[in-house]
Nanobody, 124 residues
Framework: VQLQASGGGLVQAGGSLRLSCAAS????????TGWFRQAPGKEREFVGG????????RYADSVKGRFTISRDNAKDTVFLQMNSLKPEDTAVYYC??????????????????WGQGTLVTVSS
């Protein structure tokens, strides 16, 4: 599976961005998906995830109420809508897939496929 993330960029605090992740190579709808991020000098952290059906969605406490995950299985794409962005949201954002489709994990090693990352920079 190949994942291509896009939509990152520079935004002022309080602004919004929408990240997209397009999958190719295998049946996207059979996978749960997740977003992780990694800021300079910090460990990779879970942002949010969504099960294959969209029924189960989970967010990190730090983004709850500001970020929204969705997916379009017909277009093999997952989205991360980010609102009310803060400087501490600055990081490289990665989309991921895991072969167990029903649950959402916060553990990076449980995801088998990773995109190349897209940089989000939030200025104060």
């Amino acid at each position: 599976v190949q994942l291509q993330a896009s939509g990152g960029g520079l935004v002022q605090a309080g602004g919004s961005l929408r990240l997209s992740c397009a999958a190719s190579g295998r049946t996207f709808r059979k996978y749960a998906t997740g977003w992780f991020r990694q800021a300079p000098g910090k460990e990779r952290e879970f942002v949010g995830g969504i099960s294959w059906s969209g029924v189960t969605i989970r967010y990190a406490d730090s983004v709850k109420g500001r970020f929204t995950i969705s997916r379009d299985n017909a277009k093999d794409t997952v989205f991360l809508q980010m609102n009310s962005l803060k400087p501490e949201d600055t990081a490289v954002y990665y989309c991921t897939l895991k072969t167990e489709p029903y649950s959402v994990s916060i553990v990076p090693r449980e995801y088998q496929y990773w995109g190349q990352g897209t940089l989000v920079t939030v200025s104060s």
